[in-house]
Structures are given as structure tokens and as C-alpha cells.
């Protein structure tokens, strides 16, 4: 399965990479690694994510990566990576949908 990043999402990865980097920067090269990592989970294993309670679809999911929510939908020859959330923000469902 090929694994497809939005604009949106990529967007969110730089920005808390950015965040965190302000006070280590191999913390931050070490999240965004292992945020790779947990995404490539998905190729074998599309539906190991949860369903985003948000949206109660089979297709959306996400998988939890520390204090971060990785959104993702399922599609027939793809996973689509729609955003990255910290748990406490409130998920705008216009990301999502």
C-alpha cells in the first residue's frame, strides 16, 4: 500500500518539530524518525489504528504516537495521512472529513 502525506499534515510535522527542536534538537530528529517509523506500520497493518471517535468511520483512523494523534483514512490502494494532532486539541472535523 503506498502512504500518501497531505499538505496539512506535513505542515503539522514541521511545526511540532520546530517546537521541539527550540530545546533539543535530537529530540526533535529523533520524533520525527520515529514518526516515520510508526507510520510505516500502516503498509502491513492499514487498519491497526483506532477509529477516530470524532468521525466513527472503519475508513478513518488513527494511531497514537506519545502525546500525538496521527489521523489517516484508508482508500483502495492508498493510506492517506490527513493531519497530526497533540491529544488536547480540539480535532476540527474539516481536517478529517
Same mark, same amino acid.
Given at each position: 500500500?503506498?502512504?500518501?502525506? @497531505?499538505?496539512?499534515? =506535513?505542515?503539522?510535522?514541521?511545526?511540532?518539530?520546530?517546537?521541539?527542536?527550540?530545546?533539543?534538537?535530537?529530540?526533535?530528529?529523533?520524533? =520525527?524518525?520515529?514518526?516515520?517509523?510508526?507510520?510505516?506500520?500502516?503498509?502491513?497493518?492499514?487498519? @491497526?489504528?483506532?477509529?477516530v471517535?470524532?468521525?466513527? %468511520?472503519?475508513?478513518?483512523? $488513527?494511531?497514537?504516537?506519545?502525546?500525538? %494523534?496521527?489521523v489517516?483514512?484508508?482508500? @483502495? $490502494?492508498?493510506?492517506?495521512?490527513?493531519? =497530526?494532532?497533540?491529544?488536547?486539541?480540539?480535532?476540527?472535523?474539516?481536517?478529517?472529513?
Amino acid at each position: 500500500m503506498r502512504i500518501i502525506w @497531505s499538505p496539512l499534515a =506535513v505542515e503539522r510535522i514541521s511545526e511540532i518539530a520546530e517546537y521541539i527542536s527550540q530545546n533539543n534538537l535530537d529530540a526533535s530528529t529523533k520524533w =520525527v524518525d520515529d514518526i516515520f517509523t510508526k507510520i510505516e506500520q500502516l503498509n502491513n497493518f492499514p487498519e @491497526s489504528g483506532r477509529i477516530v471517535p470524532e468521525m466513527n %468511520r472503519n475508513n478513518i483512523r $488513527e494511531l497514537i504516537y506519545k502525546n500525538y %494523534r496521527i489521523v489517516y483514512r484508508i482508500e @483502495s $490502494e492508498q493510506i492517506s495521512i490527513l493531519t =497530526v494532532r497533540h491529544f488536547k486539541q480540539i480535532m476540527p472535523l474539516e481536517e478529517i472529513s
